[in-house]
């Protein structure tokens, strides 16, 4: 829609979560070596937590696309609040393997079977669960017990990526035996103030733009109305782009952002206070 007017190839600031964009501020690389390391390290369980729309997902599908050492077999689970279904079906299915009507010892035994064949194959399985926060502690008790398949060799890497509640969860006494399999883990807080212009130019370069179509009173407007927390940055970004090219002006400024935030608050459903469990931004520095 806007992207002729501002000389841009593709919406710098869209909230799906594709690798090119993904900005590496100073705790996104934390977060990216801890995944990293889990990976390549064979870590049974790997943990990766934070606020809504911090860049949890982009980071996992920015390893995985990248990913150094042997192939990787993936499989993503992205639907955890599920009510029917064991488990075990909804992990046959993210690796598009045969689980209707199979009883749950003959699933667990054709799983095993199958990461076995993997292995052989010279690759290596990973298992991605999104929105893990949402597993009841049956479940995460169930993928505890599916790691006891690594018995002779790693044949399935389990990646949790969650909101903070995840945190809290694996902290609690029950939860002991499968918090002491999490070899890497880490908590992404929201981006730093410092971050701020960083994460413009880099968003808007890799969509053939530069960082002069938002002034840097505009940028820090934004960014602090979104407390440093990507999705909500991208939203509130999107939205002045939309506004600016209804203006009709080359660049937006801080005047416009302010626009843009008014209508939000006062017409929107949008508050991006309630995306960030982490402090404010004078306390972002962990």
Same mark, same amino acid.
């Given at each position: 829609?806007?992207?002729?007017?501002?000389?841009? /190839?593709?919406?710098?600031?869209?909230?799906?979560?594709?690798?090119?964009?993904?900005?590496?501020? =100073? =705790? #996104?690389?934390?977060?990216?070596?801890?995944?990293?390391?889990?990976?390549?390290? /064979?870590?049974?369980?790997?943990?990766?937590?934070?606020?809504?729309? +911090?860049?949890?997902?982009?980071?996992?599908?920015?390893?995985?696309?990248?990913?150094?050492?042997?192939?990787?077999?993936?499989?993503?689970? +992205?639907?955890?609040?599920?009510?029917?279904?064991?488990?075990?079906?909804?992990?046959?299915?993210?690796?598009?393997?045969?689980?209707?009507?199979?009883?749950?010892?003959?699933?667990?035994?054709?799983?095993?079977?199958?990461?076995?064949? /993997?292995?052989?194959?010279?690759?290596?399985?990973?298992?991605?669960?999104?929105?893990?926060?949402?597993?009841?502690?049956?479940?995460?008790?169930?993928?505890?017990?599916?790691?006891?398949?690594?018995?002779?060799?790693?044949?399935?890497?389990?990646?949790?990526?969650?909101?903070?509640?995840?945190?809290?969860?694996?902290?609690?006494?029950?939860?002991?035996?499968?918090?002491?399999?999490?070899?890497?883990?880490? #908590?992404?807080?929201?981006?730093? #103030?410092?971050?701020?212009?960083?994460?413009?130019? #880099?968003?808007?370069?890799?969509?053939?733009?530069?960082?002069?179509?938002?002034?840097?009173?505009?940028?820090?407007?934004?960014?602090?109305?979104?407390?440093?927390?990507?999705? +909500?940055?991208?939203?509130?970004?999107?939205?002045?782009?939309?506004?600016?090219?209804?203006?009709?002006?080359?660049?937006?400024?801080?005047?416009?952002?302010?626009?843009?935030?008014?209508?939000?608050?006062?017409?929107?459903?949008?508050?991006?206070?309630?995306?960030?469990?982490? +402090?404010?931004?004078?306390?972002?520095?962990?």
């Amino acid at each position: 829609m806007y992207e002729k007017h501002f000389g841009l /190839q593709a919406r710098p600031f869209s909230i799906l979560p594709d690798p090119r964009f993904l900005y590496l501020g =100073h =705790h #996104h690389k934390i977060a990216y070596t801890m995944l990293e390391y889990g990976l390549v390290g /064979q870590a049974g369980f790997t943990v990766i937590t934070g606020a809504i729309g +911090s860049g949890k997902t982009t980071l996992v599908q920015k390893l995985v696309s990248a990913a150094p050492g042997k192939p990787i077999t993936l499989g993503l689970i +992205s639907t955890t609040s599920i009510a029917t279904g064991t488990l075990m079906e909804w992990i046959m299915m993210s690796f598009r393997q045969p689980f209707e009507g199979m009883s749950y010892p003959r699933l667990h035994r054709d799983f095993g079977d199958f990461l076995r064949r /993997q292995a052989e194959n010279g690759k290596r399985v990973v298992l991605v669960i999104d929105e893990a926060q949402n597993l009841l502690a049956e479940r995460l008790e169930e993928l505890r017990l599916l790691s006891n398949l690594n018995v002779d060799q790693m044949l399935l890497q389990l990646v949790l990526v969650g909101q903070p509640e995840l945190r809290d969860m694996l902290r609690q006494p029950g939860m002991r035996q499968l918090a002491q399999r999490v070899s890497s883990d880490f #908590h992404l807080p929201p981006l730093e #103030h410092a971050d701020a212009i960083p994460y413009f130019e #880099h968003r808007l370069k890799v969509a053939g733009g530069n960082a002069r179509i938002f002034t840097r009173p505009a940028i820090y407007e934004i960014f602090d109305y979104a407390r440093g927390t990507p999705r +909500s940055i991208n939203i509130v970004a999107d939205k002045c782009l939309v506004y600016g090219f209804g203006d009709g002006v080359s660049k937006v400024g801080r005047r416009l952002v302010g626009r843009v935030i008014a209508d939000a608050d006062r017409y929107g459903i949008y508050d991006p206070a309630e995306n960030t469990n982490d +402090s404010p931004i004078a306390d972002f520095i962990v």
